[in-house]
Nanobody, 121 residues
Framework: QVQLVESGGGTVQAGGSLRLSCAAS????????MGWYRQAPGKQRELVAS???????WYQDYVKGRFTISIDNSKNTVTLQMNSLIPDDSARYYC???????????????WGQGTQVTVSS
């Protein structure tokens, strides 16, 4: 069993910052990538940023220069630092991890329950 637990969401004014964290626990085995998705009401869930185990980040164009993703392999934790937030960043943010529980397993995607981010204008 693998669990992803997010923390750090909340409400902030435009221009403010929030820091999201996600800790993976359980039968983790080997993590390939971790990332953050978001879903606003009436919209599809979309990938915001991801990072590989060796620290290679990827960002959606609309968060480049504002968001920073980092991974702590020793703690199986991924963090998303969000600066210069705008109202369009308001959404529920979900942590994801692509991992295999053991060397005999395939890689699977796991998801957290999500944390709400609201940016007021």
């Amino acid at each position: 069993q693998v669990q992803l637990v997010e923390s750090g969401g909340g409400t902030v004014q435009a221009g403010g910052s929030l820091r999201l964290s996600c800790a993976a626990s359980g039968r983790i085995g080997w993590i390939y990538t971790m990332g953050w998705y978001r879903q606003a009401p009436g919209k599809q869930r979309e990938l915001v940023a991801s990072i590989t185990r060796d620290g290679g980040p990827w960002y959606q164009d609309y968060v480049k220069g504002r968001f920073t993703i980092s991974i702590d392999n020793s703690k199986n934790t991924v963090t998303l630092q969000m600066n210069s937030l705008i109202p369009d960043d308001s959404a529920r943010y979900y942590c994801s991890a692509n991992l295999r529980p053991s060397s005999q397993d395939a890689y699977y995607d796991y998801w957290g329950q999500g944390t709400q981010v609201t940016v007021s204008s």
